[in-house]
């Protein structure tokens, strides 16, 4: 028969000390956000849940600026919602252009290799933002490649890239795919980037905003 070690400690409850946090994350939470965490729990079918969750796609669409009926909320880590956008769009055997500028390029690639995808680096320094002109050439080179992937603020160096650039500087394409961590704070909400080519229906567009 095992014996169970630690039996003996004292299981307490966790109190955590109330700290005024700085970095990109994890951050403060506001007052209001706490006390709503303290709301009952309904169930996700509850009529009241739909609708509120119909309300937060609304909202979510005028974030970030489209009329896309599939613009949802993923409650998980930023790491998620990459995951999520990228089994959703990418094909195996799917050329897509990764750009790399940081940490969470390298996982946007990592994404595209689990799966199946045919990755097209485009490398650029860490700490600059990704080279608008590094894509076209990447484009010109792959015109089968169906995916833009690159990170508008990557976090890990603080880089912002030029999303409205890399989407207009991308003709081939009908769309981009921006992995985003601050997308509609950093841009005007009136002024949807411009990317649609008629010529190339099987392009796919995605984009997710993790935690900012
Ligand atoms: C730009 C960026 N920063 C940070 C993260 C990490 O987010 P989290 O720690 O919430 O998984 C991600 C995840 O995809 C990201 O894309």
């Not at 970095?23 to 079918?45: E, N, Y």
């Not at 880590?77 to 252009?97: Q, S």
């Not at 160096?157 to 394409?173: F, H, K, V």
Request: contains cysteine; charged residues 20%; glycine residues 8%.
């Amino acid at each position: 028969m095992s014996t169970l070690t630690g039996a003996s400690k004292q299981i307490t409850s966790f109190s955590p000390p109330a700290r005024r946090l700085m970095g990109p994350g994890p951050s403060d939470i506001h007052p209001r956000v706490m006390a709503a965490l303290s709301r009952p729990t309904i169930g996700h079918l509850d009529p009241e849940f739909v609708r509120m969750m119909d309300e937060v796609k609304e909202l979510t669409q005028y974030a970030f600026q489209t009329q896309n009926r599939l613009s949802m909320v993923v409650s998980a880590p930023g790491t998620a919602g990459m995951e999520t956008a990228f089994v959703n769009l990418v094909e195996r055997g799917e050329k897509v252009i990764v750009c790399r500028n940081g940490v969470f390029g390298g996982r946007m690639l990592e994404n595209v290799l689990r799966c199946g995808g045919v990755p097209v680096i485009v490398d650029d320094t860490w700490g600059k933002p990704v080279d608008p002109e590094k894509v076209q050439a990447a484009f010109s080179s792959h015109p089968d490649a169906k995916i833009l992937a690159f990170v508008h603020a990557e976090t890990s160096t603080g880089a912002r890239s030029d999303a409205e650039t890399l989407c207009q500087y991308t003709p081939e394409a009908k769309s981009a795919y921006p992995a985003s961590r601050g997308c509609p704070p950093l841009r005007s909400a009136r002024q949807p980037w411009k990317r649609s080519n008629p010529e190339r229906p099987s392009c796919r567009a995605g984009s997710w905003i993790s935690t900012w």
